[in-house]
C-alpha cells in the first residue's frame, strides 16, 4: 500500500487552514471533475483531490493522518505503525465520520481505508456490489452496420468474456445495462451491476454531425468549373456523385439516406466540396492561369469595402 | 484447494444486446442511485430529466435518463451546486458536443 501525500494532492502547505483547504479542492474538483472536465486523467485526478479533501478538511482525520508524521514521502510503501488493532480491515482508533455512498465516483484508497476504514473493506456483514461504468468504444463503420463487440472483463472473481450486440446506427451516449455484471458483493450480497456506454472513435474521412455523414470531398478547379461524375465513398460502399457546372468550394451536396440507420428517419450524408488547385509549377503552367486571368478577369473580393 | 478453484474458473461468454431499450421504476431509480423520490421530482421540476409515462401513469426512466440522474447528483454533490445550476451545466455540455462535432468537421476542411 502506497502512502499518499495529501498535501501535495491539494497543492497546500501543511499549515494551511479549513479555508485554503476547501478553496483548493473546489479549484481541482471543477478542473477535473469527469462530468465536465476533457482532461485525459480527470477521474484518477478528481479522485485523489476527494479523498484528500476527506481527510484534510475534517479535524479528526487530518490529526489521524499528521500523527503518522511527515517523513513519509508520497508513493512509498506504508505499513501502519504497530498497535492499530485492526480488525475485520478496520482501523481501531477511528471509527467515526461518513458512510460513504457506492454511488460516489469509485472508492478511496488502500491506505484511505486502512487509515479510516470505509465501507468497501468493511468485512463481517453484506453488501451489495460497487454499480461500474465502462466506455466501449466502436468504429464509425462498426456503428454503421452494427456487430458484436468482444469485452474482456478481468477485474472479477471469475474472467468473463462480454459478447455485445451493437446494432446498425448506434450512437455515442447510448447506454447498456448488464445486471450483476459490477463489482462482487461482499458477505453473500449480490454483485453490483455494469454499464456499458458506447462511444465512436473519430473518423479519418467521415465526420458524424448527429445522424449526419459529412465528408470532404477535394476536387480539381476543371471539376468545379465543368462539373463531373465523382465516385464518393460512404459508409455503405461507393456511389456516383453528380457535381453540377460551376460548383464552388464550401458547397455541400447531399446523397439523400446515405447517413446513419435510425428507426424514425435515416441521416443523410453530405460531400463538403474543397477546390485543390494544380500547382503552377513550370513555365506552361503560369502560362495557363495568366491566360485565365485574361479571359476570366473577376475579383472574388469585390464586394470588400478595403 | 484453492489452486483446484482457478482451474475450474473458465471463461464465462455472456452475450447482451444493445438493441432492448431498458426502462426502470421510479423505485428501481431511487434504489440504483440511492436518492428520494423527492429529488426526481426536484429534477423533473428543472427540465433535467423528462421520464416517460406508462399506462398506469406511472413513470418509466430510460438509461440515459439514468446516466443524467447519477451525472446530476454527482455535480451538485461534488461541485456544491444547486439544481438550476447543474441544469445550466448539462445544457452547456450539450451544447459543446454539438460543437465539438462542428469543429472536428472544420478540422478536416483546414488544409
Same mark, same amino acid.
Given at each position: 500500500m502506497e502512502y499518499k501525500d495529501y498535501y501535495d494532492v491539494l497543492g497546500v502547505d501543511k499549515k494551511a487552514n479549513q479555508?485554503?483547504?476547501? #478553496?483548493?479542492?473546489?479549484? !481541482?474538483?471543477?478542473?477535473?471533475?469527469?462530468?465536465?472536465?476533457k482532461e485525459s486523467n480527470a477521474e484518477e485526478k478528481f479522485k485523489e483531490a476527494k479523498e484528500a479533501y476527506e481527510v484534510l478538511f475534517d479535524p479528526e482525520k487530518r490529526q489521524a493522518y499528521d500523527a503518522l508524521g511527515s517523513n513519509w514521502r508520497a508513493g512509498q510503501e506504508f505499513k501502519p505503525p504497530p498497535g492499530w488493532g485492526k480488525e475485520g480491515g478496520r482501523t481501531s482508533f477511528y471509527t467515526g465520520g461518513n458512510d460513504? =455512498? =457506492?454511488?460516489? !465516483?469509485?472508492?478511496?484508497s488502500d491506505f484511505f481505508s486502512q487509515l479510516f476504514g470505509g465501507r468497501a473493506r468493511a468485512g463481517g456483514f453484506a453488501e451489495r456490489g460497487r454499480d461500474q461504468q465502462a466506455k466501449v468504444v466502436i468504429t464509425l463503420e462498426e456503428a454503421f452496420h452494427g456487430g458484436s463487440k468482444m469485452?474482456? !472483463?478481468s477485474a472479477q472473481p471469475q474472467a468473463r468474456t462480454l459478447k455485445i450486440n451493437i446494432p446498425a446506427g448506434a450512437s455515442t451516449g447510448q447506454q447498456l445495462r448488464l445486471t450483476g455484471q459490477g463489482g462482487a458483493g461482499t458477505g453473500g450480497a449480490p454483485a453490483g451491476d455494469l454499464y456499458l456506454e458506447i462511444e465512436i472513435a473519430s473518423h479519418p474521412l467521415f465526420t458524424l454531425q448527429g445522424k449526419d455523414v459529412y465528408l470532404i470531398l477535394p476536387i480539381?478547379?476543371?471539376?468545379?468549373?465543368?462539373?463531373?461524375?465523382?465516385?464518393?465513398?460512404?459508409?455503405?460502399?461507393?456511389v456516383d456523385l453528380k457535381l453540377m457546372p460551376n460548383s464552388q468550394a464550401g458547397q455541400k451536396l447531399r446523397l439523400k439516406g446515405r447517413g446513419m440507420p435510425d428507426k424514425n428517419q435515416r441521416g443523410d450524408q453530405y460531400a463538403?466540396? #474543397?477546390?485543390?488547385?494544380?500547382?503552377?509549377?513550370?513555365?506552361?503552367?503560369? #502560362?495557363?492561369?495568366? #491566360?485565365m486571368v485574361k479571359l476570366m478577369p473577376f475579383n472574388p473580393r469585390q464586394h470588400w469595402v478595403v | 484447494m484453492a489452486k483446484k478453484r482457478e482451474f475450474d474458473t473458465k471463461e464465462l461468454m455472456i452475450i447482451s444486446h444493445y438493441t432492448r431499450e431498458t426502462f426502470l421504476s421510479l423505485d428501481q431509480v431511487c434504489h440504483i442511485c440511492d436518492i428520494s423520490p423527492e429529488f426526481i421530482d426536484e429534477l423533473i421540476d428543472q427540465n433535467i430529466i423528462h421520464p416517460h409515462e406508462n399506462v398506469s401513469a406511472q413513470f418509466m426512466f430510460s438509461l440515459s435518463q439514468l446516466r443524467r440522474i447519477k451525472t446530476a447528483k454527482r455535480l451538485q454533490k461534488d461541485l456544491e451546486i444547486n439544481l438550476a445550476g447543474v441544469a445550466l451545466i448539462l445544457?452547456?455540455?450539450?451544447?459543446m458536443a454539438k460543437l465539438r462535432e462542428k469543429a472536428s468537421l472544420l478540422d478536416k476542411y483546414f488544409l
Open positions: 479555508a485554503e483547504i476547501k #478553496q483548493a479542492y473546489r479549484r !481541482l474538483a471543477k478542473k477535473y471533475h469527469p462530468d465536465v472536465s460513504f =455512498s =457506492s454511488e460516489d !465516483l469509485g472508492g478511496f469485452l474482456q !472483463l480539381t478547379p476543371a471539376e468545379a468549373a465543368l462539373g463531373a461524375q465523382i465516385k464518393v465513398p460512404t459508409l455503405a460502399g461507393a463538403v466540396l #474543397q477546390i485543390v488547385i494544380p500547382k503552377a509549377d513550370t513555365l506552361e503552367k503560369k #502560362q495557363l492561369y495568366e #491566360q | 445544457e452547456l455540455l450539450e451544447e
